[in-house]
């Protein structure tokens, strides 16, 4: 059973543009929402996590919004960069530090 | 200072063959993950370790794996009787403490069963 579900599958995104990817989950028992980067031949790398307890949260370039009730997150990258460009995924988890529930993927290029 | 560690990095083995994979987390963390990752696909979780007992392993899809960690540091995933399906990437992951960290991954390990 897919518990979140990602979206888009890939995305291209011309230099200094918005990338944004969604992914919406089903477990309300969810509280603890990380969003991973991973280059090829790379173990996914901790980007930014948000708690339900707020509605967005930023660092840096990224940021993340955050809907309870609509049981949605998504991830935008503000003036993106080529070097931006690898796959990224969304998760989940029932308590900060418990096992990850993962979406499938969203494979970004950043156009030069 | 240094990260997770996985090896071997990349393993290929024959049908109904037996494999160990390797995981040293990072120094003085005391929760260990596993993960494996299909091609185009997000990780799915396997076990978790907290020091040396597995406190959740309902991600292991069958008793042909097993994991250990004797020590409460470094992990070993144990598949027997391998199958085609097996063929994946192996993520390991670990963190300061369970209920409060960041999960912090290794590279992996390339499995690939022929």
């Known amino acids: 059973q897919q518990q979140v579900k990602q979206s888009p599958q890939s995305l291209i995104v011309q230099k200094g543009g918005i990338s944004i990817i969604n992914c919406a989950y089903e477990n309300t028992a969810f509280d603890y929402f990380p969003w991973y980067q991973q280059f090829p031949g790379k173990g996914p790398a901790l980007l930014i996590a948000i708690r339900p307890d707020v509605s967005e949260k930023k660092e840096g370039r990224f940021t993340i919004s955050f809907n309870k009730s609509a049981k949605q997150f998504s991830l935008h990258i503000m003036d993106s960069q080529p070097g931006d460009s690898a796959t990224y995924f969304c998760a989940a988890s029932v308590e900060y530090g418990n096992k990850l529930v993962f979406g499938a993927g969203t494979i970004l290029r950043v156009k030069s | 200072g240094a990260g997770v560690s996985q090896t071997p990095s990349n393993k290929v083995t024959e049908k109904g063959k037996y494999v160990e994979l390797r995981c040293d987390p990072i120094s003085g963390h005391t929760a260990l993950y596993w993960y494996r990752q299909s091609l185009g696909q997000g990780p799915e979780f396997l076990i978790y370790f907290q020091g040396t007992g597995a406190a959740d392993d309902s991600g292991l899809p069958n008793d042909r794996f097993f994991a250990v960690r004797p020590e409460g540091s470094v992990s070993t995933l144990k598949i027997q009787r391998t199958e085609r399906g097996d063929s994946a990437v192996y993520l390991c992951?670990?963190?300061?403490?369970?209920?409060?960290?960041?999960?912090?991954f290794g590279p992996g390990t390339r499995l690939t069963v022929l």
């Open positions: 992951a670990s963190s300061l403490r369970k209920g409060g960290d960041t999960q912090y």
